[in-house]
T-cell receptor, first 113, second 112 residues
Framework: SAVISQKPSRDICQRGTSLTIQCQVD?????MFWYRQQPGQSLTLIAT?????????ESGFVIDKFPISRPNLTFSTLTVSNMSPEDSSIYLC??????????FGPGTRLTVL | ELKVEQNPLFLSMQEGKNYTIYCNYS?????LYWYRQDPGKSLESLFV?????AVKQEGRLMASLDTKARLSTLHITAAVHDLSATYFC????????????FGEGTQLTVNP
């Protein structure tokens, strides 16, 4: 299994500011994924982050709003830029383990005022 | 576009009863996952189903996969209060490259 940590675990931010969320995995993984879970909703994939290449974004998500870095095989960051209250969500990173299972980090709970 | 539908979305049941949650998906899949989420928590992996006819069981939960019908079920046997949570199915489509599409989730409440 993969052990994933995220920082911060939660934050309250002002409208118009940006927040960078970190995701650290205890083993090297090829792909890391970033998901968003809006209040009371299911999870939606934001982007796939591969080391050494630009992230691939899903429909409805753009790099200017959600820039992603993937500097090595154990770490990634997601930035939520120019935040509005609609960005209030839980942001989760996930990785694929070696037993065909996808593991999720503990999530970052973001509230935008 | 891959679509994943769960039903029911809300389920209230009594302890000791049995029930089934259904997960339908619209295209061929490589893998189907079931996750549990407790309030304010992240997702806990329950099952990964890889092939047609796959059945996995853990305690009071049993998951199955019918790839021809594009249907997975999560069966709850003799429910207990500790099973109260939201259950998600998620599909890794054949061309998705491990990118998961989630169902809406089933909020399960088990009443004493």
């Amino acid at each position: 299994s993969a052990v994933i940590s995220q920082k911060p675990s939660r934050d309250i931010c002002q409208r118009g500011t940006s927040l960078t969320i970190q995701c650290q995995v205890d083993s090297q993984v090829t792909m890391m994924f970033w998901y968003r879970q809006q209040p009371g909703q299911s999870l939606t994939l934001i982007a796939t982050a591969n080391q050494g290449s630009e992230a691939t974004y899903e429909s409805g998500f753009v790099i200017d709003k959600f820039p992603i870095s993937r500097p090595n095989l154990t770490f990634s960051t997601l930035t939520v830029s120019n935040m509005s209250p609609e960005d209030s969500s839980i942001y989760l990173c996930s990785v694929e383990g070696d037993t065909d299972t996808q593991y999720f980090g503990p999530g970052t709970r973001l509230t935008v005022l | 576009e891959l679509k994943v539908e769960q039903n029911p979305l809300f389920l209230s049941m009594q302890e000791g009863k049995n029930y089934t949650i259904y997960c339908n998906y619209s295209t061929t899949s490589d893998r189907l996952y079931w996750y549990r989420q407790d309030p304010g928590k992240s997702l806990e992996s329950l099952f990964v189903l890889l092939s047609n006819g796959a059945v996995k069981q853990e305690g009071r939960l049993m998951a199955s996969l019918d790839t021809k019908a594009r249907l997975s079920t999560l069966h709850i046997t003799a429910a207990v209060h500790d099973l109260s949570a939201t259950y998600f199915c998620a599909v890794d489509g054949e061309t998705s490259g491990s990118r998961l599409t989630f169902g809406e989730g089933t909020q399960l409440t088990v009443n004493p």
